[in-house]
């Protein structure tokens, strides 16, 4: 049987639902020894900003029971070395770009935004307004992270929006008290698809030292610990809003692709397990073929939200 | 090249206290690995630990490698539990490698403890290509702690054993020997071992305006310079500070880039 395994985020189809969380695929080109990285649905690049970033010192991650904890801080190489160094790549390649950007500001969003769309360094625009890892935990106010204030997401989201053509995705935190809330905003001020879950904040200290393994203090919770809870916001969100949703959290496996689906993913995307196994992608996308394949399904488009509930 | 192999385990055995070498079939890792590079071993199937383990590569031989671990957490204490026969997931080989002296200059190895893994394959390296084994000092806290020098010697190496207790050879740091030693000026140091020590080495070659290259060692998730998880702050051009990735710009250093300042105990 022939399986559709197409999917569209606003005006771009992309070949499959399989992409990869960013930060975790760096600009593409490292993984590309280990596979064709064009098979992916979408090449989603580590958080861009528009100067370099140094990012956090280190000890950056610690491992976790079925995780691992980051506080990396988006270093990355800034907007222009991506243009003139990175993108090349991925575009002889003929991948389907997904750029996630941070700014500090709405104007510095728009900015990312509308350079990227103009030089062509990107098929679609995801906004991290979920980093939790640029802010000092140990001050007193904690600086949210403006994926926890509603209204500040929809202004964001609004903001972007009105500059640009390309599809724009919204990537939320878990670390809120009800994520249908920020999503229903990133819908509202125009956005395509919303992406949960960015990482969830988290501590781990040595007790040897007494102090806390990460310098940063506190960083973001990725892996397979956190799927059950990634699971939940998607089916909840994908319930409440009409746009797309990309499901990522603890991915590994096709059955934990399946889960996402169901509960209401349009994409899926591989986060930190890519360290583990840089094969993972690659292993979804053919085991959700077979899985359509066995179940006689001949659009993976209708597995999505197909959860069964008594 | 192929980056991801299923392995044979051929033998994992304890060498000393706590400390065991690993020796793995396989015929592709040796066609592209070199001395200083290390593998991620996949040391559990299931997410506990969720992460591969970056390993040192001890010797390169025509059919397999081999790996000097000690047990120091929950990772090796599994990976020693493995027995010959069992299948082990290796990535790599990755990291960059040792560069090799130039000619006729003479090299010296400072190892501390389990820092010596990724010697044996370095002097064989050399002996091979130059015909003249480098000299070591091979340091630990105890004799039971001093790894590999059956392989040096059976190499040509001359050895110097210092110990911490005076269990074997000189009492005391291998640093303190290295300062006692009359050593020509464009000698070539290659170092491994406790973060301190390293720091050490570093301050006396550079010192003695000794060039010395060091394999370092860090928290490591991905092995291929996409986590951004094992960094050291460092310097490669003047006024302009960068981290560098011990997984990829590394292991091996150079040990004047690395800004010591800024690593280790504040």
């Known amino acids: 049987m022939n399986v559709n395994m197409k999917v569209t985020i606003g005006n771009l189809t992309l070949k499959n639902p399989v992409t990869v969380a960013s930060g975790t695929f760096g600009y593409g080109e490292e993984y590309s020894e280990y596979f064709d990285i064009s098979c992916l649905g979408a090449v989603t690049v580590k958080s861009l900003t528009l100067k370099p970033r140094l990012g956090n010192p280190p000890p950056r991650i610690v491992e976790t029971p079925a ?53 062509g360094g990107a098929d679609a625009i995801e906004m991290n307004l979920s980093c939790p890892n640029v802010h000092d935990a140990r001050s007193r106010y904690k600086c949210p992270l403006v994926a926890q204030s509603p209204e500040w997401v929809e202004k964001y989201t609004m903001a972007v929006r009105s500059k640009i053509k390309l599809p724009l995705i919204v990537k939320l935190s878990p670390n809120v008290t009800d994520i249908t809330e920020p999503a229903i905003s990133a819908e509202k001020g125009g956005a395509d698809a919303i992406s949960i879950i960015n990482t969830l904040l988290g501590m781990s200290i040595d007790i040897k030292t007494q102090k806390p393994k990460l310098k940063n203090v506190v960083g973001g919770l990725s892996g397979p610990a956190i799927r059950p809870v990634a699971v939940k916001m998607v089916w909840d969100v994908s319930r409440t809003v009409k746009i797309p949703v990309i499901g990522m959290g603890g991915i590994c496996t096709v059955n934990d692709a399946l889960e996402f689906i169901f509960a209401g993913a349009k994409l899926i995307a591989v986060g930190s397990f890519i360290f583990r196994d840089p094969l993972a992608p690659i292993k979804i996308i053919q085991g959700l073929e077979e899985y359509c394949n066995s179940h006689r399904i001949e659009d993976i488009n209708k597995l999505i939200g197909s959860v069964i509930i008594s | ?254 040990t004047r880039i690395i800004l010591w300042d800024k690593i280790g105990e504040e």
């Open chain 1, 67 to 119: 995780g691992m904890l980051n506080a990396i801080g988006l270093q990355n190489v800034g907007l222009e070395v991506y243009l003139k160094e990175k993108l090349p790549y991925l575009r002889q390649k003929k991948c389907t770009i997904i750029a996630n950007i941070y700014g500090t500001s709405i104007q510095e969003y728009e900015e990312l935004a509308e350079r990227l769309e103009k030089e």
């Open chain 2, 1 to 254: 090249m192929k980056k991801i192999h299923e392995c044979i385990i051929r033998l994992n055995n304890e060498v000393s206290p706590n400390h065991y070498r690993l020796v793995l079939q396989n015929k592709d890792i040796p066609i592209h690995a070199l001395p200083g590079q290390f593998v991620m071993l996949e040391v559990s199937t299931g997410y506990y630990p969720f992460l591969r383990r970056p390993m040192s590569i001890e010797r390169i031989f025509h059919d397999g490698i081999s790996i000097l671990y000690k047990v120091c957490g929950e990772g090796t204490k599994i990976l020693s539990t493995l027995s010959a026969g069992e299948k082990i997931n290796v990535q790599g080989p990755l990291g960059n490698s040792f560069p090799l002296p130039e000619d006729n200059k003479r090299s010296l190895i400072v190892a501390g403890g389990i820092g010596v893994a990724p010697f044996p394959a370095l002097v064989e390296k050399i002996l091979n290509i130059k015909g003249i084994a480098p000299e070591v000092i091979l340091a630990g806290k105890t004799f039971n702690h001093l790894l590999c020098e059956k392989d040096f010697r059976q190499m040509g190496c001359k050895i110097h054993l210092v110990t911490e207790d005076g269990s074997a050879g000189y009492k005391g740091m291998a640093t303190d020997f290295l300062k006692s030693l009359d050593l020509p000026e464009n000698i070539l140091i290659y170092t491994c071992g406790p973060l301190p020590m390293i720091k050490n080495v570093h301050e006396i070659c550079n010192k003695n305006g000794w060039l010395c290259y060091a394999s370092l060692e860090a928290e490591m998730a991905c092995g291929e310079g996409v986590c951004l998880g094992c960094v050291l702050p460092a310097r490669i051009e003047v006024e302009k500070e960068m981290m560098v990735r011990v997984c990829k710009e590394g292991p091996i250093f150079d």
